[in-house]
């Protein structure tokens, strides 16, 4: 008799084990997964410009085209080769007219420094090969591109009116400039050892 109840205890427990692991079996096929959808990730479209903005985006790109011509092209430019070091971001100072191919070189590196510009290694005598007009042409035209690019800076001039810095965009040969003839003489009377540059034949 007592057998017999233990035999149906053992058995209880084996078919409750059985159910349980039947259950247990299951359970992962009733359990609804969560779905994991994978998408491509979407970027926030960049807004558009306006049509000002465009204009203004095109126009600068025209005259940075300029710049690139005339730093390639231009005579006194080819001797320098230029290039950029750093962002166009500063208007840029008009600097009197020189009187000399000395003075003008020594203008055109200035203002090249001053925007970020840095020529190549150049010999003096090269630079010294150009004539005035080719060195003023030079300088106006570059400082023409930089008023459209950047802009120019005040000035004292600017403030009180006096109209100096208009001397730069005279063409040469006007009278704010001096002549070939003159220049020519000036040119025997000035020592390139003198240069604020570099001595004669030097590698700037």
């Known amino acids: 008799m007592g057998s017999d109840v233990k035999d149906r205890q053992i058995g209880q427990t084996v078919r409750s084990k059985i159910g349980a692991k039947e259950e247990y079996d299951e359970t992962p096929d009733k359990i609804a997964m969560p779905k994991t959808e994978y998408s491509p990730m979407k970027i926030a479209p960049r807004e558009k410009e306006t049509t000002g903005e465009a204009r203004e985006r095109a126009k600068w790109q025209h005259n940075y085209g300029h710049l690139k011509t005339l730093l390639k092209t231009d005579p006194v430019f080819k001797i320098l080769r230029p290039k950029f070091i750093g962002p166009l971001d500063k208007p840029i100072s008009i600097p009197p007219p020189g009187t000399n191919k000395v003075d003008e070189i020594n203008l055109i590196l200035q203002m090249l420094d001053d925007m970020g510009v840095c020529p190549n290694a150049f010999h003096g005598d090269e630079l010294l090969s150009c004539s005035l007009e080719q060195l003023k042409n030079a300088a106006n035209e570059f400082v023409e591109i930089m008023i ?13 009116g006096t109209p100096s810095d208009s001397l730069r965009k005279h063409p040469a040969g006007s009278p704010h400039y001096a002549s070939e003839d003159s220049e020519s003489e000036s040119d025997g009377s000035i020592s390139i050892r003198r240069m604020s540059l570099r001595p004669s034949g030097g590698t700037f």
């Open 148 to 160: 459209m690019l950047v802009g120019k800076a005040n000035t004292p001039e600017d403030m009180i």
